[in-house]
């Protein structure tokens, strides 16, 4: 993650390979990537985005404190399917 000093929101991203899902990896990582972006990075908001059913993905930022903000209806297509996107935020508080 790249964290520009002036900026107050800032995106955040994972991706785990299957034999790490389910040993608290990515709320680990996450935590502390968020914790060092809000404290050191100068973010006050941190942005999230999950493709709609995404059900652990949603888990993982929810335990570390991300709250979902808004749905993006028919965000984007593939093979002609159309999916939504969730977006969560976390928030300095």
């Not at 000093?5 to 990582?29: K, N």
């Not at 996450?30 to 652990?56: E, K, P, W, Y």
């Amino acid at each position: 993650m790249v964290i520009v000093e002036t900026a107050t929101q800032t995106p955040v991203g994972y991706l785990l390979s299957p034999p790490y899902h389910g040993h608290g990896y990515g709320t680990e990582s996450l935590q502390a990537v968020a914790d060092f972006a809000i404290h050191h990075g100068g973010a006050r908001t941190i942005n999230a985005t999950v493709t709609a059913g995404n059900l652990a993905s949603a888990r993982v930022l929810e335990k570390v404190g991300f709250q979902l903000s808004r749905i993006d209806p028919d965000a984007f297509a593939i093979g002609g399917v159309c999916y939504d996107d969730w977006i969560y935020t976390y928030t300095d508080a």
